[in-house]
């Protein structure tokens, strides 16, 4: 396991106690290194909306846990927001919640002469994405093929 699978895993472990508590979910957690900058990147939602106030409570109380138990030897900055409107599928449970509603994927490389997809979340596995396009067709993606899928949402 990488460091920095270590510290997502570890920090994972130590937010859901805290998310929980608060009626939060945990919607992802990463660790990454920016322009020199190490990053720790707490996601948490709720129904109708996760406020900054909510974030604050988080990051006050997983501050107090990183501060004692000090397992990130790096220099960085917490942060914990929401995920955002363009927030990826990632988890089952993100794929569950969005079965029947319409997605957005975008591919590694060219299929038919396209990158980006859109059509209605149908089934998924461990392996594969299945949409109902917009002329009413299925299609099946590898997820090893897809760069990024997530809700699809018009302005």
Not at 54 to 68: G, Q, Y
Not at 128 to 146: L, P
């Amino acid at each position: 396991m990488s460091k920095k699978e270590m510290i997502e895993q570890k920090t994972e472990s130590l937010l859901l106690p805290i998310v929980k508590e608060a009626g939060f979910e945990l919607v992802d957690v990463e660790y990454v290194k920016e322009g020199g900058t190490f990053y720790l990147r707490a996601y948490v939602d709720k129904e109708g909306g996760i406020t900054i106030n909510d974030c604050e409570l988080v990051s006050r109380a997983l501050s107090e846990i990183l501060d004692e138990d000090d397992y990130i030897g790096d220099a960085y900055i917490l942060e914990v927001s929401s995920p955002g409107l363009g927030r990826p599928l990632k988890k089952e449970k993100d794929f569950k919640r969005s079965l029947g509603k319409e997605i957005e994927i975008h591919t590694y490389k060219q299929i038919d002469g396209e990158k980006e997809f859109f059509g209605i979340l149908g089934a998924y596995d461990e392996n594969t994405v299945t949409i109902t396009d917009e002329e009413g067709q299925e299609v099946t993606f590898e997820k090893k093929d897809i760069s990024l899928i997530r809700l699809a949402f018009h302005f």
